[in-house]
């Protein structure tokens, strides 16, 4: 239960779970549904930035330039789960 709990607040970015902050809401659904990022939009930069820090989403590749980065999150059972129950 508190493996469960932790993977639930990791996921979240806090110990209380907020399903009107877009940022949290955001990446429980990535997490669950798989996700990926369109860099069409103005916010997705920050998006991502937000959600390898703090959300758990993993930073595959960049580029030279850093301008563009691959991130996705991991097929993670336990996290998935805790997305589930967050949902």
């Not at 959600?51 to 097929?75: E, F, G, N, Q």
């Amino acid at each position: 239960e508190q493996m469960f709990n932790l993977a639930t607040q990791k996921l979240s970015g806090t110990s209380q779970y907020d399903a009107t902050d877009s940022r949290q809401a955001l990446a429980v659904l990535a997490q669950r549904f798989g996700l990926d990022i369109c860099f069409g939009h103005q916010d997705a930069v920050h998006y991502v930035e937000t959600s390898v820090a703090s959300h758990l989403r993993v930073c595959i590749t960049t580029t030279d330039d850093c301008l563009w980065s691959y991130t996705t999150y991991p097929s993670e059972p336990l996290l998935s789960c805790a997305a589930t129950f967050l949902l």
